[in-house]
């Protein structure tokens, strides 16, 4: 680890330096519990299948500091599933207007589509008014057609694929899925008039401190 308690941090930071991952971590496993903390709605950013970047907010659903892992739900049929499952990387961005701290966090993805995961989200989920999102007929970006004044759907492209592949991931009766990001590294960027801060935090403690 790097010395921190060399400026600028040392000036910056309100708590002790070396405590940074404490810091962050504690933010993260507080805002899957808090529907107004900032970091709730993280942005998910991945290559689509057509080589193009792809970007869209997800909740967080979960914070685990000890795997350093982070939880979101989404439907199957998703393209952004079939992108994770094919490349297996993706970045979460969080920004707090709070904390005036952006966080980029790359991670690799695992896609679960049944299993004990799914079966403990499920649970939770379907008790609340979001489980009409991963019980739809319709596959997510299904293209709506006007007929006869009643709105109708198709699904084309990509869309339609997902459709297919999630047949056996429905469990049945909802198309929920769970994706587990095993985070291997986290930019963290503070901003301040006084200065600004950065450092990249890996998995083993590493700390390296960054030019903003």
């Known amino acids: 680890m ?13 708590f002790p330096p070396e405590n940074l991952i404490e810091r962050i971590w504690q933010e993260l496993r507080r805002a899957p519990h808090d529907r107004h903390h900032d970091w709730k709605r993280p942005a998910l950013a991945s290559v689509g299948l057509d080589g193009t ?16 892992t982070l939880t979101a739900y989404t439907d199957a049929r998703s393209a952004k599933c079939s992108e994770l499952i094919q490349y ?18 790359t ?20 008790q609340t008014h979001a489980s ?3 019980l739809s007929e319709l596959a997510p970006g299904s293209v709506l057609l006007q007929n006869h004044g009643e709105d109708k759907a198709v699904a084309k ?3 339609a694929s ?3 592949n999630a047949s056996n991931a429905s469990n049945g009766d909802h198309y929920l899925a769970v994706l587990s990001f095993q985070v291997q590294s986290i930019d963290w960027l503070a901003l301040d008039r006084e200065g600004h801060c950065r450092a990249r935090i890996f ?10």
């Open 53 to 68: 970047p792809q970007v869209r907010t997800v909740i967080l659903r979960d914070a685990d500091v000890d795997l350093w």
């Open 157 to 159: 492209g990509s869309n």
């Open 203 to 212: 998995h083993d403690g590493q700390i390296v401190a960054l030019t903003p």
């Open 162 to 164: 997902n459709a297919s």
């Open 2 to 14: 790097q010395d921190l308690k060399k400026q600028p941090f040392n000036a910056y930071l309100d």
């Open 88 to 105: 297996g990387a993706a970045q979460l961005v969080f920004w707090s207007a709070r904390l005036n701290w952006q966080l980029r966090v």
């Open 107 to 126: 991670s690799t993805v695992v896609v679960h589509t049944d299993g004990i995961q799914v079966s403990n989200a499920w649970a939770k989920v379907s």
């Open 132 to 134: 009409k999102d991963y």
